[in-house]
């Protein structure tokens, strides 16, 4: 059975889609289109340098830099709430453990008597 691959969006040869870095319009077969603003890059230009058309979607250096950030600012939001969460259970421990010293020191012990034979 025939199995179709998708490739990175390039150039057709009647767009005028420069590369971004160099300026240039030539070698439009080498020209990658960004799947998410449309921006082309050479593939020689971008580093490193990609020798191969890539499979599935390509995304810009700027775009890919900006769903790092986005991804790195959602974990951290994550963590900041597993952080105050961690922080109200160490308080709570902290607390108990004042409330136990404090029974043991308000209500001594019941010292057992010598037993006599």
Same mark, same amino acid.
Not at 34 to 52: E, K, N
Not at 64 to 70: D, E, T, Y
């Given at each position: 059975e025939k199995v179709t691959v998708k490739h990175a969006?390039?150039?057709a040869?009647?767009?005028?889609?420069?590369c971004k870095k160099c300026g240039h319009g030539d070698?439009?077969?080498?020209?990658?289109? /960004?799947?998410? /603003?449309?921006?082309?890059?050479?593939?020689? /230009?971008?580093?490193?340098?990609?020798?191969?058309i890539p499979e599935g979607d390509w995304f810009c250096p700027d775009c890919?830099?900006?769903?790092?950030?986005?991804a790195l600012e959602e974990?951290?939001?994550?963590?900041?709430?597993?952080l105050k969460k961690a922080e109200a259970e160490k308080r709570r421990k902290e607390?108990?453990?004042?409330?136990?010293?404090?029974?043991?020191?308000?209500m001594p012990a019941k010292k057992k008597e010598p037993v006599k034979k």
């Open positions: 969006r390039t150039r040869k009647d767009e005028e889609f420069p070698h439009p077969e080498w020209i990658l289109l /960004c799947d998410t /603003c449309d921006v082309g890059w050479h593939a020689s /230009c971008l580093r490193p340098p990609l020798m191969v890919n830099h900006k769903s790092l950030l986005s974990r951290m939001t994550e963590f900041e709430s597993t607390r108990l453990a004042f409330i136990n010293i404090s029974l043991s020191n308000a």
